[in-house]
């Protein structure tokens, strides 16, 4: 099944730690995203990448990091700089053929801070 | 810059009675509009996407919305409400610059049987 997983389901972050968000597709999708979702808030744009070694900042990359390597693998990290980190974060993934905005979207990690 | 409002963060509507979603957008040059449906602790799913072809656009289940621009408008509707409508919907536009969807804050569509 082509697909986007996101891991772990759950997360959770002591205070001063990094945390790695995994996400890997096998749509064979040029595009993929990081957005954080809070509640009444929508989703906001984290970052992005249309290609491997190649990532641009969103609405609201401060206190995160993103490295692709692969273009299977966009994974997420959430850095001490983050002093707000508790939310869902959804990964997803487009294709230039299909226009690059119609976006598909992995099933959610929840991040919560301990 | 684009921008969406959804109006209404939350609509209650009986089982079997029209499902009316609101959703008004801003953008400065023709856009793509997109509705997307979310279940608790899980992603989004596309329902369906404007871009630029026929001004009604049918999605799945049973979703449908209509471009207007002289309203600047995409609402979704669906003729007939059904339990496992409840979620929350949330509309996107994009100005076709590639990589950029963005969301407005989201209805909660609740379902009474």
């Known amino acids: 099944d082509g697909g986007i997983t996101q891991s772990p389901k759950y997360l959770f972050r002591k205070e001063g730690q990094n945390v790695t968000l995994s996400c890997e597709q096998n749509?064979?999708?040029?595009?993929m995203y990081w957005y954080r979702q809070d509640p009444g808030q929508g989703l906001r744009l984290i970052y992005y990448?249309?290609?491997?070694?190649?990532?641009q900042k969103g609405d609201i990359a401060e206190g995160y990091s993103v490295s692709r390597e692969k273009k299977e693998s966009f994974p997420l990290t959430v850095t001490s700089a983050q002093k707000n980190p508790t939310a869902f974060y959804l990964c997803?993934?487009?294709?230039?053929?299909?226009?690059?905005?119609?976006?598909?979207f992995g099933p959610g990690t929840r991040l919560l801070v301990l | 810059a684009q921008s969406v409002t959804q109006l209404g963060s939350h609509v209650s509507v009986s089982e079997g009675a029209l499902v009316l979603l609101r959703c008004n957008y801003s953008?400065?040059?023709?856009?793509?509009l997109f509705w997307y449906v979310q279940y608790p602790n899980q992603g989004l799913q596309l329902l369906l996407k404007?871009?630029?072809?026929?001004?009604l656009v049918k999605g799945i289940n049973g979703f449908e919305a209509e471009f207007k621009k002289s309203e600047t408008s995409f609402h979704l509707t669906k003729p007939s409400a059904h339990m496992s409508d409840a979620a929350e919907y949330f509309c996107?536009?994009?100005?076709?610059?590639?990589?950029?969807?963005?969301f407005g804050a989201g209805t909660i569509l609740r379902v009474k049987s």
């Open positions: 990448s249309q290609i491997v070694n190649d990532f």
């Open positions: 404007y871009t630029s072809a026929a001004t």
């Open positions: 996107a536009v994009s100005e076709g610059n590639g990589n950029k969807l963005v």
């Open positions: 953008s400065s040059v023709p856009p793509y």
């Open positions: 749509l064979n999708h040029d595009a």
């Open positions: 997803a993934s487009s294709i230039q053929g299909e226009g690059w905005e119609t976006q598909y």
